[in-house]
């Protein structure tokens, strides 16, 4: 892939655009959607040969308050609820305007996706997400993300909105704080330009540029990458570039549930309904209830760079929704046994040490490790899961100023007609790993791409 490059603007280009939309995953495609419903000249464009992204590699699940499928489900909840628990996650890092503006706009982004485009939402009411003080989190029904994206996707055919597929943005032209245009280049090497009336960056994040990772974020840089391939960072270069202010590099979302050697995600719903996460000695060595996006530092820190997730059966058919976990069963990844002792056999603990440590869990009371068992203790058949620790996304990116979604400039002001959403734009999880409240990620490409494609 060509360097990302900045030139000065063309006297002509090839095609000319009202709105160009850099990237099709969630982000991008909700932000098509709402620029066509406006009357918009839009274009999207992608760089693989189907939309996919992160989304596609993700639960799919949305977080959203106040929504009238909560009301049904009987939850109270409200935008302001919903700020505090990404602020206190992400300990006060984030800018405040912006974490209320996705928390206000997440109920009316579902509903108009449900309304709007026939999405058939519905919450999770079965167990509960680390740092969400009410159930909010909102998914279609194999709770896939690949789901969303084919969903999406299928929005953006029906409306014959030009979305052209196997193009990658090499080149922005730009002078004074306005873009002009984008160099789009083909598989074969042959490229065009389209002169922009306005330019959304809906791209990717970094996570799959490794000399970018061991820069902005050397804690992770040895775990797997469970993101996409695409995330090399053309954002946060062009940035760079352009003179455009970037924000919380070190920022990201981690996964310590990843099971290995499968690559499959399995779903933190086997902590938080009563499950625990064990090194290969079969003894505990951290806080699960702190979140999954922490937990792969954790994970990674244990011999090997593994972990056993151990659950049981009925924490196993509540994990179930899931297709990744139906998936991880199939695959053998989910080991199952009658009794402690046969486990211990199964996974390769020495004996007793499993045993010793579920002795040790005193429910309902705080642990050595500060975690309270809330849930009933673990009954057989028993269930394990071998994991180790991914990097899934990163959480940092462009500054947009919260008001009017237009970049910032490093030394003050705005770009005259430069957007960033999705993984191209700084999130609202903080400065590190431990900030991500689950869903943080499509929170902001769904609300962001909702609200920059009506402007």
């Known amino acids: 892939m060509a360097k990302p490059d900045v030139s000065s603007p063309l006297t002509q280009y090839d095609i000319e655009v009202e709105t160009l939309i850099v990237g099709a995953g969630a982000a991008g495609m909700v932000a098509g959607l709402r620029a066509h419903e406006a009357g918009q000249d839009v274009l999207l464009i992608e760089a693989d040969p189907l939309p996919s992204g992160s989304t596609a590699l993700s639960a799919g699940l949305i977080p959203a308050a106040g929504t009238r499928f909560q009301k049904q489900a009987g939850i109270t909840d409200s935008a302001l609820q919903f700020a505090e628990d990404i602020q206190n996650k992400a300990k006060f890092e984030n800018e405040q305007a912006l974490v209320d503006l996705l928390a206000e706009h997440s109920g009316p982004t579902i509903e108009w996706l449900s309304d709007t485009h026939n999405f058939p939402f519905s919450v999770i009411t079965d167990f509960d997400y680390p740092g969400h003080s009410q159930r909010r989190m909102h998914g279609l029904p194999e709770r896939s993300g690949a789901e ?170 509540i994990a179930r929704q899931f297709l990744d976990f139906k998936t991880a069963e199939a695959q053998g990844a989910v080991l199952r046994a009658k009794s402690i002792n046969e486990l211990e056999n199964t996974c390769g603990f020495p004996a007793g040490n499993l045993a010793q440590t579920i002795d040790d869990i005193p429910y309902r009371e705080a642990d050595t490790f500060g975690r309270r068992f809330n849930a009933p203790p673990l009954s057989p058949p028993y269930c394990a899961v071998r994991v180790t620790g991914a990097l899934f996304h990163t959480q940092g990116g462009i500054d947009i100023e919260a008001t009017s979604l237009r970049v910032r400039k490093r030394d003050g002001g705005l770009f005259h007609n430069l957007y960033a959403i999705g993984g191209a734009a700084c999130g609202v999880s903080g400065a590190g790993d431990s900030g991500y409240l689950s869903g943080n990620g499509l929170l902001a490409a769904t609300v962001l791409g909702f609200l920059v494609g009506d402007i």
């Open 148 to 317: 969303l994206v084919d969903a999406l996707r299928g929005r953006i055919e029906e409306l014959d909105i030009p979305l052209v597929c196997n193009r990658r943005a090499v080149e922005l032209f730009a002078r004074d704080g306005h873009i002009f245009g984008v160099r789009v280049a083909s598989p074969d090497g042959s490229t065009e330009t389209i002169g922009v009336g306005r330019l959304i960056l809906a791209c990717n994040g970094f996570g799959g540029n490794r000399r970018m990772v061991k820069h902005h974020i050397p804690q992770i840089d040895g775990g797997l990458w469970f993101g996409h391939d695409g995330n090399q960072g053309e954002a946060v270069q062009w940035a760079e570039l352009l003179g455009a202010a970037t924000r919380h590099l070190s920022a990201y979302q981690g996964h310590g549930n990843v099971a290995h050697p499968h690559g499959i995600l399995i779903t933190w719903a086997v902590i938080s309904e009563g499950g625990f996460q064990v090194n290969v000695h079969g003894q505990r060595f951290w806080d699960e209830g702190q979140g999954y996006s922490e937990a792969a530092r954790a994970v990674l820190a244990q011999p090997d760079g593994v972990a056993w997730v151990i659950f049981d059966e009925r924490i196993a058919a």
